[in-house]
C-alpha cells in the first residue's frame, strides 16, 4: 500500500463550523505533513509530525490544529475558519522527517462560506 | 536561506516534440533537488530526485533531470512529449542536514497539443 487515503475529498463549511480532515497512511513512515495549496499555486507547508510529535508549526493561526493520534493517523481540527482559508488542504507523508520523496493524498477542497 | 525559481508560468509543446521545464536553485552546500507533477484535482506526485552521484537522473513516465551545478540548474526533460503529460510540474530543493523543509518552486503549466 503505497497511498495516502484524505478525507473528505471536498467539504463545504461555515464560518463558525467545527470540523475536522482525516489524513491516513500504511507505509510505516514516521513523517506527516499538512500543506495548504491555493489554485495554480505551491503547496505552503503548515505543520510537521516527527514520530508522532509536532516537529515544525509554520505560524499557523491557531483556528488550524493538528493532533497525530498514532503513527499512521494525522488530523486537522478546523474551527472559525475564514474564506480567505478555502483551499486544498494536502497530507503527505515520508520514511522519516529528512523531506525526501514525499507522497502526497489527493487532497481535500476546502470551501468557506 | 534555500529557494528555487520556476522562470515559466506556462509551457507549450507539441505531442512527439522534445519538452524542457526550467528549473534554477539557491542553496549552501550541496542541495537535494526534486520533481513533483500534480494533475488537476489531486496531489503532487513524485517525478525523480537528485542528492548524489551522476548528474543525469532518470524518473517515472519517461523524465529524466540534469543537475548543472555551474549553472544551479535541474532542468525537466522528456525526449518525446506525450498529451498525458500535461500538468502542473513544481521543482523542489532542500538542503542536506538542515531542519528545513522543502522549498517548492511557483510551478509550470505544461500543456502538450495534440
Known amino acids: 500500500d503505497t497511498e495516502v487515503t484524505q478525507t473528505p475529498k471536498h467539504l463545504v463549511m461555515g464560518m463558525t463550523n467545527k470540523k475536522s480532515l482525516k489524513c491516513e497512511q500504511h507505509?510505516?513512515?514516521?513523517?506527516m505533513y499538512w500543506y495548504k495549496q491555493k489554485a495554480k499555486k505551491p503547496p505552503e507547508l503548515m505543520f510537521v509530525?516527527?514520530?508522532?510529535?509536532?516537529?515544525i508549526n509554520e505560524s499557523v493561526p491557531s483556528r488550524f490544529s493538528p493532533e497525530c493520534p498514532n503513527s499512521s493517523l494525522l488530523n486537522l481540527h478546523l474551527h472559525a475558519l475564514q474564506p480567505e482559508d478555502s483551499a486544498l488542504y494536502l497530507c503527505?507523508?515520508?520514511?522519516?522527517?529528512?523531506?525526501?520523496?514525499?507522497?502526497f493524498g489527493s487532497g481535500t477542497q476546502l470551501s468557506v462560506l | 536561506a534555500q529557494s528555487v525559481a520556476q522562470p515559466e508560468d506556462q509551457v507549450n509543446v507539441a505531442e512527439g516534440n522534445p519538452l524542457t521545464v526550467k528549473c534554477t536553485y539557491s542553496?549552501?552546500?550541496?542541495?537535494?533537488l526534486f520533481w513533483y507533477v500534480q494533475y488537476p484535482n489531486r496531489g503532487l506526485q513524485f517525478l525523480l530526485k537528485y542528492i548524489t552521484g551522476d548528474n543525469l537522473v532518470k524518473g517515472s513516465y519517461g523524465f529524466e533531470a540534469e543537475f548543472n551545478k555551474s549553472q544551479t540548474s535541474f532542468h525537466l526533460k522528456k525526449p518525446s512529449a506525450l498529451v498525458s503529460d500535461s500538468a502542473l510540474y513544481f521543482c523542489a530543493v532542500r538542503a542536506p542536514g538542515s531542519a528545513r523543509q522543502l522549498t517548492f518552486g511557483s510551478g509550470t503549466q505544461l500543456t502538450v497539443l495534440p
Open positions: 509530525y516527527s514520530y508522532e510529535k509536532l516537529s
Open positions: 507505509m510505516g513512515h514516521r513523517a
Open positions: 542553496v549552501s552546500g550541496n542541495p537535494y
Open positions: 503527505a507523508s515520508s520514511q522519516a522527517n529528512s523531506g525526501e520523496k514525499l507522497f
